[in-house]
């Protein structure tokens, strides 16, 4: 526990002990009085404070406001009355702190998934120096630099393994239990713990552009980024509030003066009694407490899983996705591509692949690996000049003095050079050398394992329409979208169509469903940014993707979307029963406290009980993990 909720939790017993014991000992007059004033000052100084604070910086109508003029009222009332009774105000005040002490652990606990995940944070990198292993600042490492990572310590950067083997816990990341083997030549990234071997990386990224820095940077803004249910909150808050003072102050007064005039006694004491139990009531802690609360847990499970949603207003949005559109290629495919046919005309095939693999050897794009991968030889980059790539159609090369055009039909066409349609299902690199057509090879991407599930669980949790946006050719398109159960593809598109035609199905889509684009790409940033929400595979991702996005799924695993969903949709419908029971009971209470039914102790119930009540119920946002 914290120091101070320990503080709080010494005053509230210090408080409770005094308030019994003062009903106990035989004392009054003056010393009575002064005793019951310091019980209510060891427990309500602070609230005190806090309304002084608000009067003078001109926001006085608050709950500390609410809490402060309705106890101090009823140890005026007491001492108006002589009756010696300050129960009710300390009681008032006690119960409050115990309401706020509770929601503090609440919001702790909510938190302890967050701070789990801040553990991820290293603290320093190895860098060995003549022989010996030195602790640095991780920001102090450049690109290039080889740094040793030991079992038990965090990966600090990300990098590519040069040296040793390794199973690496990814848990806090990816929220996947199972260990991650790895070997020389694999990429890693910050936040892993390695588990068994020594492991020597090369970084890739400085430190606060790696992975670990990204992920702590999102979560850290996410409780920026309000909802419309937490706007509504607040505004609420800033109108009910003067509202119920104004009506509490009417309530004081009104009828007394009603009475006078009718000539019967007006009763004072009667009605700030009652207008104070009506303050007392009205304070909307419940709802400005809890609201906020249960979309800080559901950020937090959801974080825990693996699904980093960087605000609660897309919580909400997400909520509501009826529609999912995917980018193919590393999103329900593996972006793993191979070499499945070489149809050539004169040319040797061997021949074909070194014109293919040289001329896409400046290309890191996964089929330009696949053709260097297939060549299986050494790139020999001197022999290649002149690159000049064509986005949406391929590139063009000079190698060995032979000018190499390598691409989609279109490029062809382009070229103006006649070429031969290829009847295999996959996408079909073309090749023309120095203007003549010499063949074309044939490439096919792998699904991802759960990609189908990903559609199946998609469709289970209520989204209406799934669609496949991709570049590849018709026939490709359509035969992964068949296979996986997707409903609807669009082939052949260039990274500008992909803006175009997901701006077509936001113009067709319901005016209350959303909109969901899932992508992983440098190309995607612009749709996942049009999108009602998008989403991005967050370990593989590109930075631009993960930037665009509003939703990262750090194991980039497609069916996790169907769990943020649902996620989602858990938190949503806990901040509408929290709103609805509040304002319920709230105004149910209200009307009784005015007609004189409720008193001071039925009040503290309205107000700390329903709070912690909804605190409770907010809390389950946290359970995600069976979803």
């Given at each position: 526990?914290?120091?101070?909720?320990?503080?709080?939790?010494?005053?509230?017993i210090?408080?409770?002990?005094?308030?019994?014991?003062?009903?106990?000992?035989?004392?009054?007059?003056?010393?009575?009085?002064?005793?019951?004033?310091a019980?209510?000052?060891?427990i309500?100084y602070?609230?005190?404070q806090?309304?002084?604070?608000?009067?003078?910086?001109?926001?006085?109508?608050?709950?500390?406001?609410?809490m402060?003029?309705?106890?101090?009222?009823?140890?005026?009332?007491?001492?108006?009355?002589?009756?010696?009774?300050?129960?009710?105000?300390?009681?008032v005040?006690?119960?409050?702190?115990?309401?706020?002490?509770?929601?503090?652990?609440?919001?702790?606990?909510?938190?302890?998934n967050?701070s789990a995940l801040?553990?991820?944070r290293?603290?320093?990198?190895?860098?060995?120096?003549?022989?010996?292993?030195?602790?640095?600042?991780?920001?102090?490492?450049?690109?290039?630099?080889?740094?040793v990572?030991q079992?038990?310590e965090?990966?600090?950067?990300?990098?590519?393994?040069?040296?040793?083997?390794?199973?690496?816990?990814?848990?806090?990341?990816?929220g996947e239990?199972l260990?991650?083997?790895?070997?020389?030549?694999?990429?890693i990234?910050?936040?892993?713990?390695?588990?068994t071997?020594?492991?020597?990386?090369?970084t890739?990224?400085?430190?606060?552009?790696s992975?670990?820095?990204?992920?702590?940077q999102?979560?850290e803004?996410?409780?920026?980024?309000?909802?419309?249910?937490?706007n509504?909150?607040?505004?609420?808050?800033?109108?009910?509030?003067p509202?119920?003072?104004?009506?509490?102050?009417?309530?004081?007064?009104?009828?007394?003066?009603?009475?006078?005039?009718?000539?019967?006694p007006?009763?004072?004491?009667?009605?700030i009694?009652?207008?104070?139990?009506?303050?007392?009531?009205?304070?909307?802690?419940?709802?400005?407490?809890?609201?906020?609360?249960s979309?800080?847990?559901?950020i937090g499970?959801?974080?825990?899983?693996?699904?980093?949603?960087?605000?609660?207003?897309?919580?909400?949005?997400?909520?509501?996705?009826k529609i999912?559109?995917?980018?193919?290629?590393?999103?329900l495919?593996?972006?793993?591509?191979?070499?499945?046919?070489?149809?050539?005309n004169?040319?040797?095939?061997?021949k074909?692949l070194?014109?293919?693999?040289?001329a896409?050897?400046?290309?890191?794009?996964?089929i330009?690996?696949?053709?260097?991968?297939?060549?299986?030889?050494?790139?020999?980059?001197?022999?290649?000049?002149?690159?000049?790539?064509?986005?949406?159609?391929?590139?063009?090369a000079?190698?060995d003095?032979?000018?190499?055009?390598?691409?989609?039909?279109?490029?062809?066409?382009?070229?103006g050079?006649?070429y031969?349609?290829?009847?295999?299902v996959?996408?079909?690199?073309?090749?023309?050398?120095?203007?003549t057509?010499?063949?074309?090879i044939?490439?096919?991407?792998?699904?991802?394992?759960?990609?189908?599930?990903a559609?199946?669980?998609?469709?289970?949790?209520?989204?209406?329409?799934?669609?496949m946006?991709?570049?590849?050719?018709?026939?490709?398109?359509e035969?992964?979208?068949?296979?996986?159960?997707?409903?609807?593809?669009?082939?052949?598109?260039?990274?500008?169509?992909?803006?175009?035609?997901?701006?077509?199905?936001?113009?067709?889509?319901?005016?209350?469903?959303?909109?969901?684009?899932?992508g992983d790409?440098i190309?995607?940033?612009?749709?996942?940014?049009?999108?009602?929400?998008g989403?991005?595979m967050g370990?593989?991702?590109?930075?631009a993707?993960?930037?665009a996005?509003?939703?990262?799924?750090?194991d980039?695993?497609?069916?996790k979307?169907?769990?943020?969903?649902?996620?989602?949709?858990?938190c949503?419908?806990?901040?509408?029963?929290?709103?609805?029971?509040?304002?319920?009971?709230?105004?149910?209470?209200l009307?009784?406290?005015?007609?004189?039914?409720?008193?001071?102790?039925?009040?503290?119930?309205?107000?700390?009980?329903?709070?912690?009540?909804?605190?409770?119920?907010?809390?389950?946002?946290?359970?995600?993990?069976?979803?």
């Amino acid at each position: 526990m914290k120091k101070k909720q320990k503080k709080m939790l010494v005053r509230i017993i210090l408080a409770a002990f005094m308030l019994i014991a003062l009903n106990f000992i035989p004392v009054t007059g003056l010393l009575r009085m002064l005793l019951y004033l310091a019980a209510y000052l060891i427990i309500g100084y602070d609230i005190l404070q806090k309304a002084g604070k608000g009067i003078l910086n001109g926001r006085m109508f608050d709950e500390n406001f609410l809490m402060a003029i309705a106890t101090v009222g009823a140890i005026a009332l007491a001492v108006y009355e002589k009756s010696g009774d300050y129960n009710e105000a300390i009681a008032v005040m006690l119960f409050y702190q115990i309401g706020e002490l509770f929601q503090s652990y609440a919001v702790g606990k909510s938190r302890k998934n967050i701070s789990a995940l801040m553990d991820i944070r290293p603290d320093y990198a190895n860098v060995e120096r003549d022989g010996i292993l030195e602790q640095v600042d991780p920001d102090e490492v450049a690109i290039g630099s080889i740094i040793v990572v030991q079992p038990g310590e965090k990966v600090p950067i990300d990098g590519i393994i040069t040296e040793g083997t390794s199973s690496l816990n990814t848990s806090a990341l990816t929220g996947e239990s199972l260990p991650r083997e790895a070997m020389p030549g694999d990429e890693i990234i910050s936040g892993c713990i390695n588990m068994t071997g020594v492991l020597k990386i090369q970084t890739t990224k400085e430190f606060g552009e790696s992975t670990v820095s990204k992920i702590l940077q999102l979560v850290e803004e996410s409780s920026s980024r309000k909802s419309k249910s937490e706007n509504f909150i607040s505004k609420f808050a800033r109108v009910y509030t003067p509202a119920v003072c104004g009506a509490a102050l009417l309530l004081a007064v009104v009828p007394p003066l009603f009475h006078l005039i009718a000539g019967s006694p007006a009763g004072w004491a009667g009605w700030i009694y009652r207008a104070l139990i009506f303050l007392v009531i009205s304070c909307p802690c419940a709802l400005v407490i809890s609201i906020p609360l249960s979309f800080f847990a559901g950020i937090g499970g959801a974080s825990k899983e693996g699904i980093l949603i960087k605000g609660s207003n897309y919580m909400e949005t997400l909520s509501k996705t009826k529609i999912v559109v995917f980018d193919k290629t590393g999103t329900l495919t593996q972006g793993v591509f191979e070499v499945n046919g070489v149809h050539h005309n004169s040319m040797e095939e061997s021949k074909l692949l070194e014109y293919a693999a040289l001329a896409e050897c400046a290309s890191s794009h996964p089929i330009s690996k696949s053709l260097q991968k297939a060549y299986g030889k050494d790139i020999d980059r001197s022999r290649v000049t002149d690159i000049e790539e064509i986005s949406g159609h391929g590139l063009t090369a000079n190698v060995d003095g032979h000018q190499v055009a390598a691409g989609n039909t279109r490029l062809m066409e382009r070229l103006g050079i006649p070429y031969v349609e290829c009847h295999s299902v996959g996408t079909i690199i073309h090749l023309a050398i120095d203007s003549t057509y010499a063949g074309h090879i044939v490439i096919s991407d792998i699904e991802k394992p759960n990609a189908r599930e990903a559609i199946a669980a998609l469709k289970k949790a209520g989204v209406e329409k799934t669609v496949m946006l991709t570049g590849d050719t018709g026939r490709v398109a359509e035969k992964t979208a068949a296979e996986l159960g997707v409903d609807e593809v669009h082939s052949e598109l260039l990274p500008a169509d992909k803006v175009t035609e997901v701006e077509k199905l936001l113009k067709q889509k319901p005016a209350k469903s959303r909109l969901a684009f899932v992508g992983d790409g440098i190309n995607d940033a612009p749709v996942l940014s049009r999108a009602d929400i998008g989403i991005a595979m967050g370990a593989m991702g590109s930075d631009a993707a993960i930037e665009a996005a509003d939703v990262v799924l750090m194991d980039d695993d497609p069916v996790k979307i169907a769990k943020g969903i649902k996620i989602s949709r858990k938190c949503l419908a806990i901040v509408y029963q929290n709103i609805v029971f509040a304002l319920v009971i709230k105004f149910a209470c209200l009307g009784l406290g005015a007609l004189g039914i409720a008193n001071m102790w039925f009040a503290i119930f309205a107000d700390v009980g329903v709070m912690v009540i909804a605190v409770l119920n907010a809390i389950r946002a946290l359970r995600v993990h069976n979803l």
